[in-house]
């Protein structure tokens, strides 16, 4: 069975980018979520969505931070315009109806804004 | 806010030797999980408490959910290298059915 699935792994650019993260969601699950790490906060929930629809995006840190879920099978987490401190690990999961709480992460996307 | 508190924020051990990580909520918790991190790796469920004082085990790992449901605990026997990693616990915000709060974890390394 394929996992959830991010891209790119690693991404490397400049303050002022924009940087699209990538995220397919393990096919049948039907909740989403993004997370943030970094050694300081540790694992920071920024939206969730729930059949497609953004339910609680109170952990989006400011304006430059938006995330899509156009289908069941596609998200993006897009940072525009992108700046030194966004530098983290930033993860996909999803979980399915029946084990809402159980979920399964990505293998992430190391962003190094310079 | 809610606060999900885990100590020690690192442990080193000898391979062989025992490991415990320990849990706190600021609230009451339906229920709490347990995922595993290796280094550069995701976290990875391992498992999930429901019942009060519940006690689950997983070959040499140990999982146990206190009788006021605001603490838990993971205990590994003997540990291995493969042990090394990131134990994560992480309980619903607002104590059921809101999105997981996750503790700051617990990073184990083991000296061969």
């Known amino acids: 069975d394929a996992g959830v699935i991010q891209s790119p792994r690693h991404e490397v650019t400049e303050m002022g980018q924009e940087v699209t993260l990538r995220c397919k969601p393990i096919s049948g699950h039907n909740s989403l979520f993004w997370y943030r790490q970094t050694m300081m906060r540790g694992l920071e929930l920024l939206i969730y969505?729930?059949?497609?629809?953004?339910?609680?995006d109170s952990g989006m840190p400011e304006d430059r931070f938006s995330a899509k879920m156009p289908n069941a099978s596609f998200s993006t987490l897009k940072i525009q315009p992108s700046e030194p401190r966004d530098s983290a690990v930033y993860f996909c999961a999803s979980s399915s109806s029946r084990d809402r709480e159980k979920l399964f992460f990505g293998s992430g996307t190391q962003l190094s804004v310079l | 806010g809610q606060q999900v508190m885990q100590i020690p924020q690192y442990q080193h051990v000898q391979e062989g030797e025992d490991f415990t990580t320990y849990c706190n909520s600021s609230t009451t918790l339906s229920n709490i999980q347990w995922y595993k991190q290796r280094p550069g790796g995701h976290p990875v469920f391992l498992i999930q408490?429901?019942?009060?004082?519940e006690v689950k085990k997983q070959k040499r790992l140990t999982f146990q959910f206190g009788e006021a449901k605001k603490n838990s605990s993971l205990h590994i026997t003997a540990t291995q290298t493969t042990d090394v990693g990131t134990y994560f616990c992480?309980?619903?915000?607002?104590?059921?059915?809101?999105?997981?709060?996750f503790g700051k974890g617990t990073k184990l390394s083991v000296k061969p």
């Open positions: 969505f729930n059949n497609n629809v953004p339910i609680d």
């Open positions: 408490l429901v019942k009060r004082g």
């Open positions: 992480a309980g619903p915000e607002g104590g059921s059915q809101g999105n997981l709060i």
